[in-house]
């Protein structure tokens, strides 16, 4: 860093440790609210994927993937929905038949 320059990290964003958590519940609470918003479902059911609650994931995705609302995020919810009812741990992904380049990059 520059000299006099100073960074202060306030943990409020990603790098929080309990962040799935709070957006799970943050969420919740929103669908309790707008139980038809298709952008909550989504990011609730990402929101349980990162916290490695699969079945909650994969039941989420699969909620989204029938809601109305983005042809591309429907579809995306579908792979999601599938990829949680697999092992998490496999690298073996399917692609997007739309594109040619992997979803997600090889650590080999």
């Known amino acids: 860093m520059p000299p006099g320059a100073r960074y202060i990290d306030h943990a409020s964003g990603a790098n929080r440790g309990d962040k799935s958590e709070r957006d799970i519940r943050l969420l919740e609470a929103a669908l309790e609210r707008e ?14 994927r990162d916290a490695g609650q699969y079945a909650e994931a994969a039941a989420t995705f699969a909620k989204r993937a029938e809601t109305e609302g983005w042809d591309e ?29 992997p979803q997600f990059p090889s650590s080999e």
């Open 73 to 101: 995020e429907a579809w995306m919810a579908r792979l999601q929905h599938a990829r949680c009812l697999r092992d998490p741990n496999s690298r073996n992904w399917p692609q997007d038949p739309r594109h040619p380049h």
């Open 35 to 48: 139980p038809d918003n298709a952008r909550y479902w989504f990011y609730l059911a990402w929101s349980y």
